[in-house]
């Protein structure tokens, strides 16, 4: 089943890798808002994951702010992207890797920041990205997950059922109460929650993990 559903990933974040930049351009002005959030967690001492990172926007953003950011996804042709992407920067503190997020190859506790931007509701075992995600936090560190809840409203799971039909479906359809709580069951303890209008609520999420 695992191998099924990374093929199944792949192939769709692979086949939609050269038409992700252009998607983005519409919602720019909320990935601002939501790095601005973002900033606040992070300074020069903090080394730094994160996982689906697409075609490393984020990650090629934020790497002044930090020592160092690693950004991995599980399609090969979002990495290339990034990849491509990072050699016309002068940047030297990001590496861009293929993985798994349920399967993150770094050693335990390594990060101090993870990040997990809009991708838990697109996942089809979340729990499972939260439980490796875990293993390589430090205890100290934040884990901060940018989601949007599908399932909040009428509205909502209407938006997300028209979009699942043109082929980008939201595996996860939590409310806003519901993501909470899925959070809070992992063993993560929520330290920043706040709502973001939208016809489908996005929620800035930030939370340590407990024991």
Same mark, same amino acid.
């Given at each position: 089943?695992?191998?099924?559903?990374?093929?199944?990933?792949?192939?769709?974040? &692979? &086949?939609?890798?050269?038409?992700?930049? @252009?998607?983005? #351009?519409? =919602?720019?002005?909320?990935?601002?808002?939501?790095?601005?959030?973002?900033?606040?967690?992070?300074? #020069?001492?903090?080394?730094?994951?994160?996982?689906?990172?697409?075609?490393? &926007?984020?990650?090629?953003?934020?790497? $002044?702010?930090?020592? #160092?950011?690693?950004?991995?996804?599980?399609? @090969?042709?979002?990495?290339?992207?990034?990849?491509?992407?990072?050699?016309?920067?002068?940047?030297?503190?990001?590496?861009?890797? $293929?993985?798994?997020?349920?399967?993150?190859?770094?050693? !335990? !506790?390594?990060?101090?920041?993870?990040?997990?931007?809009?991708a838990?509701?697109?996942?089809?075992?979340?729990?499972?990205?939260?439980?490796?995600?875990?293993? =390589?936090?430090?205890?100290?560190?934040?884990?901060?997950?940018?989601?949007?809840?599908?399932?909040?409203?009428?509205?909502?799971?209407? *938006?997300?059922? *028209?979009?699942? *039909?043109?082929?980008?479906k939201?595996?996860q359809?939590?409310?806003?109460?519901s993501?909470? %709580?899925?959070l !809070?069951? &992992?063993?993560?303890?929520? $330290?920043?929650?706040?709502?973001?209008?939208?016809?489908? @609520?996005? $929620?800035?999420?930030?939370?340590?993990? %407990?024991?």
């Amino acid at each position: 089943m695992d191998i099924n559903r990374q093929n199944l990933e792949k192939k769709f974040w &692979n &086949n939609f890798a050269k038409k992700y930049d @252009p998607f983005m #351009k519409n =919602v720019k002005q909320t990935y601002d808002l939501l790095l601005e959030k973002i900033k606040k967690y992070l300074d #020069k001492s903090k080394n730094i994951l994160e996982i689906a990172t697409g075609t490393g &926007n984020i990650a090629l953003e934020l790497a $002044v702010y930090v020592n #160092k950011i690693c950004g991995c996804d599980i399609s @090969p042709e979002m990495i290339k992207i990034a990849t491509e992407k990072l050699k016309k920067t002068k940047l030297n503190n990001i590496e861009f890797h $293929v993985m798994d997020a349920y399967n993150i190859d770094y050693a !335990e !506790e390594s990060f101090d920041v993870v990040i997990a931007s809009n991708a838990l509701h697109i996942m089809i075992h979340p729990e499972k990205a939260l439980k490796s995600i875990r293993n =390589v936090l430090k205890s100290d560190g934040i884990f901060i997950t940018p989601t949007y809840c599908h399932g909040n409203s009428l509205i909502s799971r209407t *938006i997300s059922m *028209i979009i699942s *039909i043109a082929g980008f479906k939201a595996y996860q359809k939590w409310s806003i109460t519901s993501f909470r %709580t899925f959070l !809070e069951s &992992n063993n993560y303890k929520i $330290v920043d929650f706040e709502i973001i209008s939208d016809k489908i @609520p996005l $929620v800035f999420a930030a939370s340590k993990k %407990t024991d």
